[in-house]
DNA sequence: GTGGTGCGTATCC
DNA sequence: ATCCGACTAATTCGG
DNA sequence: CCGAATTAGTCGGATGGATACGCACCAC
């Protein structure tokens, strides 16, 4: 298959706004498409370009494009950037920019770019690691670009970038494959939710239909979507969205971990499927101490713990160990991890997933019995009360936790969906008032309005701004509009997307817990920062100290300490 | 060459 | 992670 | 009772902070 065929198709999505009918031009398609490329357009179509089990990466990104287009147009990367800007995306950019060498590169090269040339492109940046790879990465996208039309050079650069605007992603194709293959949609999302590869799904669905569906199964080594929760405001709602009675537990400040056990072999995998096994030793040794099964699949949160008091510590602690190839045995010793089991998806030969909750817990806790807390199941609890919800949800952030989750008795495990069978609970926090000292132009959908602040607290000793981290998500289309021309007559210098201001306009701004900070000169950030309102009837005057940032966090650590390295 | 530092990228939340 | 906007599905309203 | 209006649920997109790693580059 040409490239050029997939992107038309591409441009047609873009053409709809419904998904229906994005779901409908796929679906037909793929059923014209051989085997082998519906495997990579399906790929694509999410925005990815290996399955989300596979764990290579093309390393390349926003900063080398700039310079890939810049070379190849001839352009400078300041006058890239400057384009980048104004378009808020870099395939418009390349697009642009290599409009002009268009007739000369499609001379040198007659055999046009195939899906197949593409993805074996970017397989080969994946593999180019060693000195000079990030020079040989260059000179590889370049080559591809020159190739490519423009408006192929605007797909190759979305894809690359993982911003592939079509506006469909998992859930729209999840249809299309259904619809083009004639099998229901609940298989194909069984599939994909065991497989992470919607690619292979859909070579399946187109090879062996329904019953190759069917055929696949959880098992151990493998990992699976992980279910996912959604917010809820307190516990009243807690209680009322899953329907009076519910099982809540407590919300880790941790790491996702997949647990997967099979006879004396123990594999760790994150959220998005990373292996994470080798640098969790610490975790993997609880883990055969407490497990009394042959084989399993554990659903789980990773705390990090003081070494002294045993306490709760940080989520930045956490992050020093998960993902670490080196100094693993001497990070596990500093900052010990422990496992908090809250749900089983598989259990010595059998899937679970289709049991009811209070069943599997039932089974996790017969299954897992701890020898000390390095690996234990979530603290439990089944409530129909909102006050005892409520001191359990104290009990929990008092911990240094998170807060609760909230889950349905009767649900089956239905990963990837944020359904009402599954709440999370978090505390809500008193809101700051910040001035914005800087902003940066947003992309894609926002391109041409600023979008992004960066916010500072006064620092009374010196009288100086001192930025604190930056804010964006909070406001609508509207209010963005509107700060973004107040914002205009304030700049007083450029460079890049970003502008700074003149101190004036004071954001309220709401957050979940403040952070040590290596990257703001105050030494502090704000953890899930976003924007409540605009305080028009505020100055600068007005904002928080830099004083009084420090007091709150030093608030936060009434009951445990931080011990960040 | 070796070691430190900075940048870019990816992935936890 | 958070949040918003657009679309779609489910439910209620009004004739 | 049915179609219109309203509400609730999903998905896609745009954005936040910290940290580890790999590579480039510079100083010695």
Redesign the pocket.
């Known amino acids: 298959m040409y490239f050029k065929e997939l992107v038309s198709l591409f441009d047609e999505l873009c053409a709809y706004?419904?998904?229906?009918?994005k779901a409908e031009i796929i679906a037909g398609f793929l059923t014209g498409a051989s085997e082998d490329d519906i495997e990579i357009v399906c790929t694509f179509l999410t925005?990815r370009i290996f399955p989300a089990w596979d764990?290579r990466?093309?390393?390349?990104?926003?900063?080398?494009?700039v310079k890939v287009i810049a070379n190849i147009s001839g352009k400078s990367s300041g006058e890239v950037v400057e384009s980048y800007r104004d378009t808020?995306?870099l395939g418009i950019t390349a697009e642009r920019f290599l409009g002009k060498k268009v007739a000369m590169s499609l001379a040198a090269f007659e055999e046009p770019l195939t899906v197949a040339d593409l993805y074996r492109c970017f397989e080969e940046l994946a593999a180019a690691?060693?000195?000079?790879?990030?020079?040989?990465k260059q000179r590889m996208l370049s080559s591809l670009l020159s190739r490519a039309t423009p408006r192929e050079a605007y797909y190759v650069v979305s894809l690359a970038t993982?911003?592939?605007?079509?506006?469909?992603?998992?859930?729209?194709?999840e249809d299309a494959i259904a619809q083009s293959f004639s099998v229901p949609a609940d298989a194909v999302r069984r599939a994909w939710m065991l497989a992470n590869d919607i690619g292979l799904v859909a070579r399946i669905a187109k090879t062996q239909g329904l019953p190759g569906l069917q055929a696949l199964n959880i098992e151990p080594m493998r990992p699976v979507r992980p279910m996912?929760?959604?917010?809820v405001a307190g516990a009243t709602e807690a209680l009322d969205?899953i329907g009076g009675r519910a099982a809540f537990e407590t919300k880790y400040?941790?790491?996702?971990i997949q647990v997967h056990k099979s006879g004396p072999k123990i594999k760790l995998f994150?959220?998005?499927?990373?292996d994470?096994t080798e640098a969790l030793p610490d975790i993997r040794a609880a883990v055969n101490e407490s497990v009394r099964a042959d084989s399993l699949i554990l659903d789980c949160e990773a705390i990090a713990v003081d070494k002294g008091t045993g306490k709760v510590i940080p989520?930045?602690n956490?992050?020093?160990r998960?993902?670490?190839?080196?100094?693993v045995r001497e990070?596990s010793d500093q900052i010990p991890m422990q496992l908090r089991p809250f749900d089983i998806l598989y259990l010595d030969g059998e899937s679970l997933v289709d049991r009811p909750f209070v069943e599997r817990r039932a089974l996790l806790e017969k299954t897992v019995v701890p020898v000390d807390k390095r690996c234990t199941p979530s603290e439990f609890k089944i409530l129909d009360d909102s006050e005892a919800v409520a001191a359990f949800f104290r009990q929990s952030i008092d911990a240094g936790n998170?807060g609760l989750m909230a889950k349905n008795l009767d649900a089956d495990y239905s990963p990837?969906?944020?359904?009402?069978n599954m709440v999370?609970l978090?505390e809500t926090l008193e809101s700051l008032d910040l001035v914005v000292i800087a902003a940066?132009?947003?992309?894609?959908?926002?391109a041409g309005w600023i979008?992004?602040y960066e916010l500072a607290a006064r620092d009374e000793d010196n009288e100086q701004w001192v930025p604190v981290?930056?804010?964006?998500?909070?406001?609508?289309?509207?209010q963005l509009r509107a700060l973004t021309e107040q914002i205009k007559p304030l700049i007083i210098g450029e460079h890049g997307r970003m502008v700074d201001l003149e101190p004036q306009i004071v954001l309220e701004v709401?957050f979940?817990e403040i952070?040590?900070?290596?990257?703001?000169a105050s030494g502090f950030?704000?953890?899930?920062?976003?924007i409540v309102r605009i305080r028009d009837d505020k100055g600068p005057d007005d904002a928080e100290t830099l004083e009084r940032i420090d007091a709150l966090y030093r608030l936060q650590f009434k009951l445990r300490e931080p011990t960040?390295?």
């Open positions: 706004s419904s998904r229906l009918k925005g764990t990466d093309i390393g390349v990104a926003g900063k080398t494009l808020g995306h690691t060693g000195k000079g790879s990030a020079q040989k993982r911003n592939l605007l079509t506006g469909s992603k998992e859930g729209v194709t996912l929760a959604q917010n969205v400040d941790g790491a996702r994150s959220r998005k499927m990373e994470l989520f930045q956490v992050l020093n998960i993902r670490r190839k080196y100094r990070l998170e990837g969906i944020r359904g009402r999370k978090k940066e132009y947003g992309h894609g959908r926002k979008t992004s981290g930056r804010v964006s998500s909070g406001v609508s289309d509207e709401k979940n952070q040590k900070s290596p990257n703001y950030a704000l953890r899930f920062p976003r960040p390295t």
